[in-house]
């Protein structure tokens, strides 16, 4: 009975001798682990940038006109309906005013009197001045009064000629005509509407005209792209609603100055006699690049996203620094970037906003 005590009290001071032991050597390797973590970096690599750069772009009518009414008046007739082909000079819309008949009346009637006026005027100084011929038969005085009164009249008679015609004009504007040759896209009347000029910006115009033989397609460029835009080079386009077809073309004109969105308008010239192409219509244009060009790229995984900004984690006197970029082109494994960055600089791949600023990298 004295052997089992014993061999039973040596046996529990000998495990809880082994669990002591045990627990040293677990925290030995968790600050093994530790120690031997390490940052993945990267590499700044100043590339030759490609040839060409994908932009949407979308198709403009190469004219475009918002009719409207020239005077106040009532729709008489309109001629034309949405999807109608018109020619330079063709009667759209009449439109009825009796008010301007009736000015245009009054004018005219203003002009005859002072003719009839200047005429007596005229006559009058004509024989005074015939009279005077005799020594004394009519004082100089009223000589010149005559021939002032006549320069006056004939003055009036040049005021309501052209009130005359100014009305008859006004009265023209009563008839519109097409400025261009094009198609009507847009109706917004009908007779007996009134109509007037368009002073406010939601009026909506009578008609919309455009002219579609010849489109624009009008793409945006970035600030980043500007200068690096080959401007005597070919453009190639696809249209999203014609896959497969690819169309070159040259660029005509660009904006030289930059939008709220900072970016430059340039627009291609498309000739569109079948009118098969639509304004509005999207594509997907390969802008050619100098290919002098270079390029600051960086590996994908590099970058840093927040809702604030997008920046790299670089390595400045073996800390971290933050560097604000601009994303550009996006390769496989890399992307152009736009920023405080030089050929070799080094960036924390993987990196999180976790890492704070000045963190020491080992």
Not at 303 to 313: F, G, K, L
Request: glycine letters at 4%.
């Amino acid at each position: 009975m004295k052997y089992i005590v014993l061999f039973t009290a040596i046996s529990v001071i000998l495990l809880s001798a082994c669990n002591n032991a045990q627990k040293p050597v677990e925290l030995s390797k968790t600050a093994t682990a530790s120690s031997e973590s390490k940052y993945e970096i990267g590499k700044v690599v100043e590339q030759p940038l490609a040839s060409y750069v994908r932009l949407p772009g979308q198709l403009k009518p190469f004219e475009e006109v918002n009719i409207y009414g020239k005077v106040n008046g009532f729709v008489k007739d309109v001629l034309v309906d949405r999807g109608t082909v018109v020619r330079k000079g063709q009667v759209l819309v009449t439109l009825e005013a009796p008010e301007l008949r009736s000015q245009l009346q009054s004018a005219m009637s203003k002009f005859v009197h002072a003719q009839e006026n200047a005429a007596a005027s005229k006559e009058k100084y004509r024989r005074l001045k015939e009279a005077a011929k005799e020594a004394g038969a009519v004082a100089p005085l009223d000589l010149d009064i005559a021939l002032s009164r006549m320069k006056a009249d004939d003055a009036i008679v040049m005021s309501e000629k052209s009130n005359v015609e100014s009305m008859s004009n006004i009265e023209n504007y009563l008839t519109i005509t097409a400025p261009f040759n094009g198609v009507i896209v847009q109706r917004n009347v009908s007779s007996g509407a009134l109509v007037g000029p368009g002073s406010k910006s939601n009026d909506q115009p009578m008609l919309v005209l455009q002219y579609l033989e010849k489109l624009r397609l009008e793409v945006y460029i970035p600030e980043a792209y500007v200068d690096k835009v080959d401007l005597r080079s070919p453009v190639s386009f696809v249209f999203t609603a014609m896959p497969g077809r690819e169309h070159k073309a040259t660029i005509s004109r660009s904006a030289n100055t930059l939008t709220n969105m900072r970016s430059e308008a340039i627009e291609i010239d498309i000739r569109n006699n079948d009118q098969q192409l639509k304004p509005g219509m999207y594509a997907e244009v390969k802008i050619p690049l100098l290919s002098e060009s270079k390029s600051l790229l960086i590996p994908n995984n590099a970058i840093v996203r927040s809702t604030e900004r997008q920046y790299v984690i670089t390595i400045r006197d073996g800390k971290a620094k933050f560097i604000t970029i601009q994303e550009g082109l996006r390769a496989k494994d890399s992307t152009e970037v736009f920023g405080d960055l030089v050929d070799g600089d080094e960036v924390l791949l993987h990196a999180t906003d976790e890492i704070k600023e000045g963190t020491e990298i080992k």
